[in-house]
């Protein structure tokens, strides 16, 4: 595989505690992507269809977005939702990381098409565990659809 400019990764995240955690389990994995990180809903969804604060943002798709589900102005669930109901967001990978062991969550993540779904661990070291493979994963190990890249079109 040719050297491509690297896959942008989209956190969304209210929580600096988990935002600073999150970084900083990807960088001891040396994941040298760029991790774009949102705060709310509201920003992920400006973020990923280009508008607000985000419309000159360079063009094409992270190479995975990692959504927290209890998010203040519009919730994970409703991000997810209009993401997978969208064909030009739908092969974007979604991976919902929450707190949340409720079952009838994970049920709704999965109805609405996420594609994976991790609770985050209480303890550190197994909460950096769990990004770095998370990151690993996404960005080098998993084939994205051609097109869904910032970079693909120049391929």
């Given at each position: 595989?040719?050297m491509?400019?690297?896959?942008?990764?989209?956190?969304?995240?209210?929580?600096?505690?988990?935002?600073?955690?999150?970084?900083?389990?990807l960088?001891?994995?040396?994941?040298?992507?760029?991790?774009?990180?949102?705060?709310?809903?509201?920003?992920?969804l400006?973020?990923?269809?280009?508008?607000?604060?985000?419309?000159?943002?360079?063009?094409?798709?992270?190479?995975?977005?990692?959504?927290?589900?209890?998010?203040?102005?519009?919730?994970?669930?409703?991000?997810?939702?209009?993401?997978?109901?969208?064909?030009?967001?739908?092969?974007?990978?979604?991976?919902?990381?929450?707190?949340?062991?409720?079952?009838?969550?994970?049920?709704?993540?999965?109805?609405?098409?996420?594609?994976?779904?991790?609770?985050?661990?209480?303890?550190?070291?197994?909460?950096?565990?769990?990004?770095?493979?998370i990151?690993?994963?996404?960005?080098?190990?998993?084939?994205?659809?051609?097109?869904?890249?910032?970079?693909?079109?120049?391929?």
């Amino acid at each position: 595989m040719r050297m491509q400019e690297l896959k942008r990764i989209l956190l969304v995240e209210d929580s600096p505690n988990d935002v600073e955690l999150t970084l900083a389990a990807l960088a001891e994995n040396h994941l040298a992507n760029e991790v774009v990180v949102v705060r709310d809903g509201e920003e992920a969804l400006d973020y990923l269809y280009r508008r607000g604060m985000f419309k000159l943002r360079m063009a094409g798709n992270p190479v995975v977005v990692l959504l927290d589900l209890k998010l203040p102005k519009v919730d994970g669930l409703e991000v997810l939702a209009q993401l997978k109901s969208d064909p030009a967001m739908k092969p974007v990978p979604v991976v919902m990381l929450t707190s949340s062991r409720e079952e009838q969550d994970l049920i709704s993540s999965y109805n609405l098409g996420v594609n994976a779904y991790v609770v985050k661990p209480v303890h550190f070291q197994e909460f950096v565990n769990s990004i770095k493979e998370i990151g690993l994963f996404w960005a080098v190990v998993n084939q994205p659809p051609i097109g869904s890249l910032p970079s693909a079109r120049n391929i």
